[in-house]
């Protein structure tokens, strides 16, 4: 038997045997379904309807299915292929917080990139091929407990920095997914808001991003030599920034030098970081004393260098969406409790109040794990690795490999799983 | 709460319109035109409801001796009528800018709180009202700063429906102040978007159902009072329209295959402009960027701006005579995309959406400049007319 025929088996016998713990989504027969076979060619089966969580468990028992979708919109007929004819009457609101869309340091120990056009390869994050400047770019990302954590520390913000306090968006009309690889998805199902149009949900998108935010019209500006910053007795952006950059003042200098040198965030070099640090205290003084309005004066500090540092705290107060799954209204979000393909996990439904212990790699409540072909008996498998660099894998607390092409490895079930859905080995 | 009828006199775009003058409101515009005309203020509303017209023709902002008495209500009530009669976009645009324009200046004048709140009530907004007004924000006027007070606050959902259409950066939600689901707002800013909602009140789209409009009008030409009105609209408009019409003939509607080089984005624009739509000021300093640099002569941009509700042409040829001098690039997609003026998704275009190059997914080249567009385009328009002659040469041989 192949492996994908394997997997296919696997993923159908999850489905029969977990039919009835299998959540539904609201609105179950105005959603559209879709989802991708174990074809070698990767095309989505969409336009699909259900009359009940029944048959569509049913349906999953049957093809167990590599991915499976459910559409964020609700339609009058969902089954019909063309978008203009099946009555579209809203969608819910989307966040997908995905490790794919944004940098994070350990990256640079578990991401492989290869440029298609002149061969070269390495590690971490890059979007062109710093060699020959092409962007055919094939990555191969890997799971990491430092990663998602990163993705769960943003979606915590979301809500708690933004959902609740600014929009005044309840907790109960919030729906959290593992997205069963790399990331979050957030569901928002709130009358109002389904029915708002794509470019104003950019506009929500943009508040919780501070992408295209102007610094200039929150108040940082030049005038006659003296430069203004924001006011922090306000609401909103201006401030989150000001005390962002308090909490930051705050830190030891070690620490506030790390961050300022981060080339991907503030990227400043030594000499302005040292007269920032300088000036660190005057520069809390006078936020204590609520009078930062005019920024100290810093040596090298001109519009440029305050506009670069201040740029730097909205990222970090920014919430690492992405924006384009928020605002397409038509796009299909993978169905909570399948499976999902790369990895074998399941996408797993949690409230809120479970996420600051929610371990998706290690997680101790059962009914939250996200890994189910973890065997009660210890049963391993023998395979053949097939890439040239896998990296190292730490799932529920041990870690395996990384290992080189041609390697034979003996691994646990859920192991051999994972690596097989990743493609990255073949069994023997 | 019910709203005081001397509120619906003075803003008869109110929605309790109906509950005050329900019997004025809900009966057939035929019968309604044929009486009012006979009353004896008869033709005070006809002066009144030319003066509007005139005055929209005129790109004014404001009509001088301005009244909002109870005729008001009959005046508004006709000039939704008139507007589906003529059934023209151009003439509804100018109508609904002034009329919308004199609504921001009423309001504005009389500078009312409670009215404020209940107009807001009445339109179905969700608003909040402080007394005394909240702090929410400095703001820096010549070296020192101000604090910035407001008795209002407005749900983001209507925020939004109301000031996305405006995208004045400032607007922006990331640049305001929310709390709790509600967006603080200035009433200077505030009426602003109640001028938005009763321009769009009035911008009824050109009728689809050109059956029940020809109906209609068969139906009330037999009135002689409507008929006087219809003509002298229609003279006074004869008389504007050149200027507003002749360029589009020449230009957009004889070269209609040019319309095909353009992106979306270009195209949103010259729709809004041969509609008589205004532009904010990023639409206007792109598309003067864009057609500039298609080397697009000076004279046929200005002739563009023509049907803006602004209009000057000193001043609009000296502006693209100076951007011209200045060879300013037109936005990127994702500046485009940002100002919420990109319009590949409503168009469904294919290269905008999908990219070029390579059929493999993964591999395509996403489209990063709409000159980028027009660009390919004309390459991909030579190349099948390099095709169609050789196999006509291949033919003929
Ligand atoms: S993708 Fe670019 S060219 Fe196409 S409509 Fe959007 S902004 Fe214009
Ligand atoms: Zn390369
Ligand atoms: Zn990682």
């Known amino acids: 038997m192949s492996d994908i025929s394997y997997l296919k088996r696997l993923f159908r016998t999850y489905y029969k045997e977990k039919r009835s713990e299998i959540p539904t989504v609201s609105s179950f027969g105005h959603r559209e379904f879709g989802y991708i076979p174990w074809d070698k060619k990767i095309i989505m089966k969409r336009h699909m309807s259900f009359k009940s969580q029944d048959s569509i468990t049913k349906h999953l028992g049957n093809e167990g299915p590599r991915h499976v979708y459910s559409s964020g919109a609700l339609y009058t007929q969902p089954e019909i292929p063309d978008m203009d004819g099946k009555g579209y009457q809203g969608c819910d609101f989307i966040v997908d917080i995905d490790v794919d869309h944004f940098y994070t340091p350990c990256k640079e120990d578990h991401d492989f990139w290869y440029c298609k056009e002149c061969g070269k390869s390495g590690l971490g994050m890059v979007h062109k091929c710093p060699k020959c400047g092409k962007s055919k770019i094939k990555t191969s990302a890997w799971i990491c407990e430092k990663c998602l954590d990163t993705a769960k520390r943003e979606i915590i913000k979301l809500i708690y920095d933004f959902l609740v306090p600014d929009f005044g968006i309840s907790i109960s009309q919030m729906r959290i997914a593992f997205s069963g690889h790399r990331g979050y998805h957030l569901k928002i199902e709130n009358d109002q808001i389904r029915n708002l149009p794509s470019n104003e949900r950019r506009e929500i998108a943009d508040y919780i991003s501070g992408e295209n935010i102007s610094l200039e019209i929150l108040g940082l500006q030049e005038k006659s030599g003296t430069i203004y910053s924001f006011s922090g007795d306000t609401y909103g952006w201006a401030k989150k920034i000001i005390r962002k950059t308090y909490e930051i003042l705050k830190k030891p200098n070690s620490e506030i030098q790390e961050l300022l040198s981060e080339k991907e965030k503030f990227n400043f070099n030594k000499n302005y970081i040292k007269s920032f640090l300088n000036s660190k205290q005057d520069f809390i003084d006078k936020i204590d004393n609520n009078k930062y309005f005019i920024l100290p004066s810093i040596e090298g500090f001109g519009m440029t260098n305050w506009r670069k540092f201040f740029t730097g705290i909205v990222h970090e107060v920014g919430v690492e969406i992405d924006t384009p799954v928020t605002i397409d209204i038509h796009r299909l979000i993978r169905y909570p409790g399948s499976l999902h393909g790369k990895t074998g996990f399941k996408v797993q439904e949690i409230f809120p109040d479970e996420l600051d212990d929610f371990n998706p790699l290690d997680e101790v409540n059962e009914k939250l794990d996200p890994i189910v072909f973890e065997s009660k008996v210890q049963t391993t498998q023998k395979l053949e690795v097939l890439d040239a660099q896998v990296p190292a894998t730490k799932i529920k607390g041990k870690t395996y490999g990384p290992y080189t092409k041609g390697e034979i490895i003996e691994v646990p079930h859920h192991i051999a799983i994972f690596l097989l859905c990743k493609e990255v080995v073949k069994t023997i | ?397």
């Open chain 2, 1 to 397: 709460m019910s709203i005081p009828t001397e509120l619906i006199n003075r803003y008869p775009w109110l929605p309790s319109l109906k509950k005050h003058y329900f019997e004025m409101a809900s009966r057939s515009p035929s019968i309604f035109i044929s009486e009012v005309f006979s009353k004896d203020f008869g033709s005070d509303l006809k002066e009144r409801l030319l003066d509007l017209f005139e005055a929209a023709f005129d790109n004014l902002e404001e009509i001088s001796d301005y009244k909002s008495d109870k005729l008001n209500v009959y005046v508004y009530l006709l000039l939704n009528i008139f507007l589906y009669a003529l059934d023209n976009q151009l003439i509804t645009n100018r109508l609904a800018n002034l009329y919308s324009k004199i609504t921001y200046n009423e309001l504005t004048k009389e500078n009312n709180d409670a009215n404020l709140y209940n107009i807001c009530q009445d339109l179905g907004l969700k608003i909040r009202y402080y007394e005394p007004p909240i702090n929410y924000g400095v703001n820096i006027v010549k070296d020192h700063h101000q604090k910035l007070e407001t008795n209002f606050t407005i749900h983001f959902i209507d925020y939004l429906r109301l000031a996305s259409n405006l995208r004045d950066e400032y607007r922006k939600l990331v640049h305001n102040s929310l709390l709790e689901g509600y967006v603080f707002i200035q009433n200077k800013r505030l009426i602003r978007l109640i001028q938005e909602y009763v321009r769009n009140r009035l911008l009824i789209k050109e009728t689809e159902d050109k059956a029940s409009l020809k109906a209609f009008l068969s139906d009330v030409s037999e009135i002689k009072d409507f008929k006087e009105i219809i003509d002298k609209i229609l003279n006074a408009w004869t008389e504007r329209k050149e200027e507003f019409e002749y360029t589009f003939k020449i230009d957009f509607e004889s070269k209609e295959e040019l319309l095909t080089l353009y992106p979306p984005c270009v195209k949103e624009i010259l729709k809004k402009t041969q509609e008589g739509q205004n532009l904010i000021h990023n639409e206007r300093l792109f598309i003067v960027w864009f057609l500039l640099a298609l080397e697009y002569p000076v004279e046929k941009v200005v002739d563009l701006f023509s049907t803006m509700p602004d209009f000057d042409r000193e001043k609009t040829t000296y502006q693209v005579n100076f951007a011209k001098k200045k060879k300013y690039i037109p936005y990127k997609c994702l500046t485009l995309k940002s100002l919420n003026l990109c319009f590949a998704a409503n168009y469904k275009d294919k290269l905008c959406l999908e990219g070029y190059g390579s059929v493999e997914p993964s591999e395509r080249k996403k489209l990063a400049h709409p000159l980028s567009y027009t660009r390919i385009k004309q390459y991909r328009a030579s190349k099948e007319e390099y095709y169609k002659n050789k196999e006509v040469d291949e033919v003929n041989e």
